[in-house]
C-alpha cells in the first residue's frame, strides 16, 4: 500500500466508513442532504485501522502541548489513545454543557498554569462549528490551541485557520483523488462530492 495514500486507502476499504450515494443523498441533520457522509466510527472495529490512524493522528501533536481534549464523542477514543501515546493529560469535550454537578462543559482537570498549548482531537470536521465552540472556549479560559483531526470537509476554513494550527490526516480532496485513481468513485462523483458535502456524521 502506497504510505503517502494509506489514510485514504483505509478509510475507502473499511466498511461503514464512506458512505455515499450521488443519486440518492444522505440526511445527516433534520432537512440536510448530503451526496457522501464519512463516519470514522467505523474505524474502531479493527484494531489494526483504528491503532494505525491513532498513531498517524499522534504524530501531528505539537510536541509543546500539554494537554489532549477530546471532542464528543467521534474525537472521545482517539484522544484518549493519544493522550497515551503522548503520555499527556487528558480531558473531553461534551457538546452541550451540563447544568448540575462537577465540569459542566469539561470532563476533567485543565492543566495549570494558564496561557499552555491544549490539543484538541476530533474525528470528523465538517462544518466547524463544533471544533470553533470549543477552541472559542479554551481561549475563553486563557489557554492556546491547536486541532487535529483525521478527515475535513473543509480544507477552505481560511479564516479559522488563521486563527489556529488546524492539522487533518485526510480532507475531501485526498479522499477523492485516491478514491477515483482506485475506482471507488466516478468523474461524475467527485465532481458532486466536492461541490455538494459540507457536513459530517456526528
Not at 485543565?110 to 471544533?131: A, F, Q, R
Amino acid at each position: 500500500m502506497d504510505q503517502k495514500t494509506k489514510i485514504e486507502s483505509l478509510l475507502l476499504k473499511t466498511p461503514g466508513v464512506i458512505n455515499y450515494s450521488t443519486k440518492n443523498y444522505i440526511e445527516v441533520q433534520p432537512g440536510v442532504m448530503t451526496p457522501l457522509v464519512v463516519n470514522i466510527k467505523n474505524t474502531t472495529k479493527n484494531f489494526k485501522t483504528r491503532r494505525y490512524l491513532a498513531e498517524q493522528l499522534a504524530s501531528l501533536v505539537n510536541p509543546k502541548s500539554t494537554c489532549i481534549c477530546g471532542i464528543e464523542s467521534g474525537g472521545s477514543y482517539y484522544a484518549s489513545i493519544i493522550a497515551d501515546i503522548t503520555k499527556k493529560p487528558l480531558i473531553l469535550f461534551r457538546k452541550e454543557s451540563k447544568e448540575y454537578g462537577i465540569g459542566k462543559r469539561i470532563v476533567g482537570t485543565i492543566p495549570s498554569p494558564k496561557g499552555k498549548l491544549i490539543t484538541i482531537i476530533d474525528d470528523v470536521i465538517g462544518e466547524g462549528k463544533i471544533s470553533t465552540a470549543n477552541v472559542t472556549e479554551l481561549i475563553r479560559l486563557g489557554y492556546k490551541t491547536d486541532v487535529c483531526a483525521i478527515f475535513s470537509y473543509l480544507p477552505e476554513m481560511k479564516e479559522f485557520m488563521s486563527k489556529i494550527r488546524i492539522i487533518t490526516l485526510s480532507d475531501i480532496n485526498k479522499l477523492c483523488k485516491v478514491g477515483l485513481k482506485s475506482g471507488h468513485f466516478k468523474e461524475k462523483d467527485v465532481a458532486i462530492i466536492k461541490k455538494e458535502c459540507r457536513y459530517s456524521s456526528r
